[in-house]
């Protein structure tokens, strides 16, 4: 019975399949598709059998594309995704059609794929690829966010309008949003992703994001529990990003130090704070610690509480330390060579601490694998094994694999298109065919920088090693920016306003002055030289120029500098009877009153052109770049000529000078090294210049007796005596000036290493700076009264009363207040800086110093031990088009004077880089 019911079965549908066969219309057949309901309306097409008896091979005769006619696809694009081609063989149905429908599943480009047969013969068939390309994006609507959270978001979710739109690509928005909100501290943030027609722009789509931040979670407090050799306050400054909330009555010191740290709860930084409190214990030899169980308790809507349990296990110490594999460098020191011991710098008895290990070993400028690294072996591997781990004790083998030694391939540099590749590529020191050095790529990297064409904060070359040719591609890839600056700025002087225009062009090219369709914009550029054209004025009162012009590369084949520099400055005296009107009648000066600035006196001009100093100054200066001790050092050599014009000067800081012209003919030797490696933030380096400018000893051999002249104005009872007396003293002045200066800067946090450059954005540092001064004679009766020291205030040279003078700065004080006509002076500060923006088109960080100083009148009075202290906060932004300003407001400590008040409160602008 059973039998009869399944052949009647197996009758019945081969009867409905002969019918199915004898009445589908053999022109038209679907072969394979996805979904045909959504592709195209082919309820009349029947479907081509999959049974493995069906298979017959056709020619593709022709194919077609429907279903993208509005998206501006070209036809010969999409047939060539497909895979197939006109005459083809094809098996139907057969693997060709099924890899073909895939291809466009994978494009990602479409949701949904048909392949059809429009027609077909004995051996021929007509194809139709039926497509629904995903929907694009017309639009996306912010809602529940910030202009600035939106920027961001834009960059991290990577959708714009007219992309496509699909699934995979809404969850991936909706995780990174999430994310991007979590690292804010908005872990309970809502976050809704909508899509809605365009009912303007058919085929395409409107995405709204909804943001409901609510508000952000914060850690009450942290309780860690099952330490007991490790303190709290310990595993709590571990914690870097993870802090609870400020208090005093418990761990004070630790909640001080805290003070300004986070306290929002952000779960992949408090991840990353579990591992924090596992390495300070292996620092201190706990290789076993662990975390046994943590939880994060929600407190109340805008808290939690987070709960740490510590296992810490013993305390281990190095037993015994063996290096295999090293060939190249001994072991222990030998011929006055260091010895991988003492570069790893642990010994038997240490207390086992991992993370020392690990920076000896690969971190630390001056680790194992730095040495490796800076004479070409980039392929060696260095990997510290315990081999022997019981009770206390650890033994460690460092196994070296050393390589063979890496040459340079290719050397690119991309992103340039401000200066001529020669001029930047003269900067490189790492050439095709030598060893690979990492010293020689960071040094690269400061040398770019210290040019001031290219963002000192974007710059990490890809170093790509091959192993298998033994060579290394490096590429330096550079943000340029602008940094002419075009100064235009106005002040209050003792004779009204003072204005100052500065033109600094520092990519000037001298050669191309006579081409004009080289300029860039109204100047010859691309040469990287430095021009420079100021003036200053206060209309008949004071008036300044100067010019100055610096090629770097004399030649362009070394790094030998040469400079020229000329000024002329004029400054007038103002009448004594506007003092005396000053004095007798205080109501017409200042206090809004329009006589204020030295306006007049009783109707009448203040200025009198029978008083006057003109200075006309040039020099030429050459310097080079130093190959020993180190490449740092650098040595110039400095020539100049300044003529001083005074008449009716006294009482203007010149000693008994007060008419007639002196000259000054000197040379100037200067020794520095700079290794610093941002000149606008500098994280780490140190700058230290000793400089020596002397004047021939024309006392030595022009047979004049100055003592008598000395004397002679000394007791002089006109002007007339006494100018006479000084026109020959002061006709050639004559002095030795000698200046020492340091800056050192210490960054305060580590530097991140997984930068070939060693920048962390964000990296406090601090500054130490240290000056000497002093100014000698050949002949103590011809000591001059110009170059020497003035001191006080915010340092900027420029419009003051006191011409012909050094300026030196000391914050908290008001400019000048120490003293002038100073022949000694010390200088030592402090400051910590933080960044606040280090971007190309601004960097700006704040300061807080403490700084103290003296200027002396006589050597012979030196003391170091005798300064005026101060202390103040301050901030310095840097805008390329305008340069380097600043604002510090200091308090003075001490009197300037014995006979003045303690200074005080005082508020300083700074206009440009101080060395």
């Given at each position: 019975m059973i039998k009869k019911i399944v052949l009647f079965f197996i009758a019945v549908m081969a009867v409905m399949t002969l019918q199915a066969q004898d009445t589908t219309?053999?022109?038209?057949?679907?072969?394979?598709?996805?979904?045909?309901?959504?592709?195209?309306?082919?309820?009349?097409?029947?479907?081509?059998?999959?049974?493995?008896?069906?298979?017959?091979?056709?020619?593709?005769?022709?194919?077609?594309?429907?279903?993208?006619?509005?998206?501006?696809?070209?036809?010969?694009?999409l047939i060539g995704i497909s895979g197939l081609s006109v005459g083809q063989r094809i098996t139907v149905p057969g693997n060709e059609i099924t890899t073909a429908v895939r291809n466009f599943w994978k494009n990602g480009l479409f949701s949904d794929a048909a392949i059809l047969a429009t027609r077909k013969t004995e051996d021929s068939i007509w194809l139709q690829i039926a497509l629904k390309p995903n929907p694009t994006i017309?639009?996306?609507?912010?809602?529940?966010?910030?202009?600035?959270?939106?920027?961001?978001?834009?960059?991290?979710?990577?959708?714009?309008?007219?992309?496509?739109?699909?699934?995979?690509?809404?969850?991936?928005?909706?995780?990174?949003?999430?994310?991007?909100?979590?690292?804010?501290?908005?872990?309970?943030?809502?976050?809704?992703?909508?899509?809605?027609?365009?009912?303007?722009?058919?085929?395409?789509?409107?995405?709204?994001?909804?943001?409901?931040?609510?508000t952000k979670t914060k850690i009450r407090e942290i309780i860690i529990n099952g330490n007991e050799s490790l303190s709290y306050s310990e595993l709590r400054m571990a914690m870097k990003k993870t802090n609870s909330g400020f208090s005093l009555r418990k761990n004070t010191w630790l909640n001080i130090r805290k003070i300004f740290s986070t306290k929002k709860y952000v779960e992949e930084e408090y991840k990353n704070d579990k591992e924090n409190i596992i390495k300070k214990y292996n620092e201190k030899g706990y290789r076993d610690a662990e975390i046994t169980s943590d939880s994060v308790v929600q407190v109340d809507e805008k808290r939690v509480a987070i709960h740490i349990n510590v296992n810490e296990g013993n305390k281990y110490y190095i037993r015994n330390i063996v290096w295999v594999g090293n060939t190249l460098y001994p072991t222990v020191r030998a011929n006055g060579y260091d010895g991988l011991e003492d570069f790893l710098n642990m010994k038997k008895g240490d207390v086992y601490n991992q993370k020392k290990i690990e920076d000896r070993l690969r971190n630390d400028d001056d680790a194992v694998a730095t040495l490796y690294y800076n004479n070409g072996y980039i392929f060696s591997q260095i990997d510290p094994v315990e081999t022997y781990v019981a009770n206390d004790s650890v033994d460690l083998e460092i196994r070296i694999q050393e390589g063979g030694q890496?040459?340079?391939?290719?050397?690119?540099?991309?992103?340039?298109?401000?200066?001529?590749?020669?001029?930047?590529?003269?900067?490189?020191?790492?050439?095709?065919?030598?060893?690979?050095?990492?010293?020689?790529?960071?040094?690269?990297?400061?040398?770019?920088?210290?040019?001031?064409?290219?963002?000192?904060?974007?710059?990490?070359?890809?170093?790509?090693?091959?192993?298998?040719?033994?060579?290394?591609?490096?590429?330096?890839?550079?943000?340029?920016?602008?940094?002419?600056?075009?100064?235009?700025?106005?002040?209050?002087?003792?004779?009204?306003?003072?204005?100052?225009?500065?033109?600094?062009?520092?990519?000037?090219?001298?050669?191309?002055?006579?081409?004009?369709?080289?300029?860039?914009?109204?100047?010859?550029?691309?040469?990287?030289?430095?021009?420079?054209?100021?003036?200053?004025?206060n209309g008949r009162y004071y008036q300044s120029y100067s010019i100055s012009f610096l090629e770097p590369w004399l030649g362009g084949k070394r790094p030998n500098s040469l400079s020229v520099s000329s000024y002329y400055m004029q400054t007038t005296g103002v009448d004594s009877r506007y003092y005396e009107q000053m004095y007798t009648n205080p109501y017409l000066y200042g206090y809004g009153s329009s006589n204020y600035g030295y306006s007049d006196y009783y109707g009448g001009v203040a200025y009198d052109d029978n008083k006057w100093l003109r200075i006309f100054g040039s020099s030429v200066s050459f310097g080079k770049r130093l190959s020993w001790p180190d490449f740092y050092f650098n040595f110039s050599?400095?020539?100049?000529?300044?003529?001083?014009?005074?008449?009716?000067?006294?009482?203007?800081?010149?000693?008994?000078?007060?008419?007639?012209?002196?000259?000054?003919?000197?040379?100037?030797?200067?020794?520095?090294?700079?290794?610093?490696?941002?000149?606008?933030?500098?994280?780490?380096?140190?700058?230290?210049?000793?400089?020596?400018?002397?004047?021939?000893?024309?006392?030595?051999?022009?047979?004049?007796?100055?003592?008598?002249?000395?004397?002679?104005?000394?007791?002089?009872?006109?002007?007339?005596?006494?100018?006479?007396?000084?026109?020959?003293?002061?006709?050639?002045?004559?002095?030795?000036?000698?200046?020492?200066?340091?800056?050192?800067?210490?960054?305060?946090?580590?530097?991140?290493?997984e930068s070939v450059n060693d920048k962390s954005k964000r990296t406090p540092v601090l500054m130490n700076r240290i000056e000497y001064g002093f100014i000698?004679?050949?002949?103590?009766?011809?000591?001059?009264?110009?170059?020497?020291?003035?001191?006080?205030?915010?340092?900027?040279?420029?419009?003051?009363?006191?011409?012909?003078?050094?300026?030196?700065?000391?914050?908290?004080?008001?400019?000048?207040?120490?003293?002038?006509?100073?022949?000694?002076?010390?200088?030592?500060?402090?400051?910590?800086?933080?960044?606040?923006?280090?971007?190309?088109?601004?960097?700006?960080?704040?300061?807080?110093?403490?700084?103290?100083?003296?200027?002396?009148?006589?050597?012979?009075?030196?003391?170091?031990?005798?300064?005026?202290?101060?202390?103040?906060?301050?901030?310095?932004?840097?805008?390329?088009?305008?340069?380097?300003?600043?604002?510090?407001?200091?308090?003075?400590?001490?009197?300037?004077?014995?006979?003045?008040?303690?200074?005080?409160?005082?508020?300083?602008?700074?206009?440009?880089?101080?060395?």
């Open positions: 219309s053999p022109d038209t057949v679907r072969i394979s598709t996805s979904s045909a309901a959504e592709v195209a309306d082919t309820t009349k097409l029947p479907v081509i059998s999959y049974s493995l008896t069906d298979n017959r091979r056709y020619t593709i005769a022709d194919i077609k594309v429907s279903g993208v006619e509005s998206y501006n696809y070209e036809d010969y694009m017309s639009e996306i609507r912010y809602t529940g966010v910030k202009k600035s959270e939106r920027e961001d978001l834009e960059t991290k979710i990577g959708m714009a309008k007219n992309s496509n739109l699909t699934p995979n690509i809404l969850r991936l928005a909706h995780k990174r949003i999430k994310d991007y909100y979590d690292e804010k501290g908005f872990s309970n943030a809502e976050i809704t992703v909508r899509q809605m027609d365009d009912l303007v722009n058919p085929g395409k789509m409107i995405l709204n994001i909804n943001v409901e931040k609510s890496a040459s340079l391939n290719r050397v690119t540099v991309n992103g340039n298109d401000r200066i001529y590749d020669d001029i930047i590529r003269r900067e490189l020191l790492t050439k095709p065919g030598q060893l690979f050095s990492r010293e020689l790529i960071m040094t690269t990297l400061r040398e770019i920088a210290q040019s001031g064409h290219f963002d000192a904060e974007n710059m990490n070359p890809e170093i790509n090693p091959n192993q298998e040719t033994g060579t290394v591609d490096i590429a330096y890839n550079l943000t340029p920016k602008a940094n002419d600056q075009v100064e235009f700025s106005a002040g209050w002087g003792q004779t009204g306003v003072i204005g100052r225009l500065s033109f600094k062009f520092s990519n000037f090219s001298f050669k191309n002055m006579i081409y004009p369709s080289t300029y860039k914009g109204i100047i010859p550029q691309g040469e990287g030289q430095t021009l420079v054209l100021s003036g200053q004025t050599t400095d020539l100049s000529y300044q003529r001083y014009m005074l008449k009716n000067w006294a009482g203007y800081g010149f000693g008994d000078l007060s008419d007639g012209n002196s000259n000054s003919i000197s040379l100037g030797l200067t020794l520095s090294r700079s290794s610093i490696d941002n000149p606008l933030y500098t994280r780490k380096g140190s700058q230290f210049s000793l400089s020596v400018n002397f004047t021939p000893p024309y006392s030595a051999w022009d047979g004049l007796d100055y003592e008598g002249l000395y004397n002679q104005a000394k007791n002089a009872t006109t002007t007339e005596q006494l100018n006479q007396a000084n026109d020959k003293r002061y006709n050639w002045i004559e002095y030795h000036k000698w200046k020492f200066k340091a800056k050192i800067f210490i960054p305060l946090e580590k530097p991140d290493r000698g004679s050949y002949n103590k009766f011809k000591k001059t009264p110009f170059e020497t020291f003035y001191m006080g205030g915010d340092g900027m040279t420029g419009y003051s009363t006191m011409y012909g003078q050094e300026t030196i700065g000391l914050r908290g004080y008001s400019n000048g207040s120490l003293g002038y006509n100073g022949y000694a002076y010390t200088r030592l500060a402090m400051e910590i800086r933080y960044p606040l923006i280090l971007e190309p088109s601004s960097t700006i960080y704040a300061l807080a110093f403490v700084e103290a100083g003296n200027l002396w009148n006589n050597i012979r009075d030196f003391n170091p031990f005798s300064l005026k202290r101060s202390a103040g906060v301050g901030a310095r932004i840097f805008l390329p088009m305008i340069g380097l300003m600043g604002i510090d407001w200091g308090y003075g400590f001490d009197r300037p004077t014995p006979s003045s008040p303690i200074s005080g409160s005082q508020l300083h602008f700074i206009l440009g880089q101080e060395f």
